[in-house]
């Protein structure tokens, strides 16, 4: 195995930890609605995760604001974000010749 190899499969594993990133993020919101108070929820990975998950979405929430797609209380960019990172990342992935 090369380093070219290594390089992709490590594009490959950091578009994957952002997929679950944001998979972790959207289930922590839902579980931080019904389990106020519980002392876990904030502890420092689980900010850690609702952190990183915060930051891929944004860009996400920005763009469907500025285009007038508020959608209320249902937050559709996560969805946008994983189609997104499902998307790139199987263009990466083609370009570098793993799949």
């Known amino acids: 195995m090369g380093l070219f190899d290594i390089l992709a499969n490590l594009i490959h594993l950091i578009f994957r930890a952002m997929y679950l990133i944001v ?4 289930l922590l919101s839902w579980v931080e609605i019904g389990l106020r108070g519980k002392s876990w929820l904030y502890s420092p990975p689980i900010n850690l995760i609702r952190e990183l998950s915060f930051q891929i979405i944004r860009p996400f929430r920005n763009f469907l604001e500025r285009v007038g797609l508020r959608t209320g209380p249902i937050d559709f960019s996560p969805i946008l974000a994983i189609l997104a990172l499902n998307l790139l990342g199987l263009l990466v992935d083609r370009v570098l010749g793993i799949g």
Not at 23 to 26: K, Q, S, T
Request: no cysteine; charged share 0%; aromatic share 0%.
């Open 23 to 26: 998979i972790a993020g959207v």
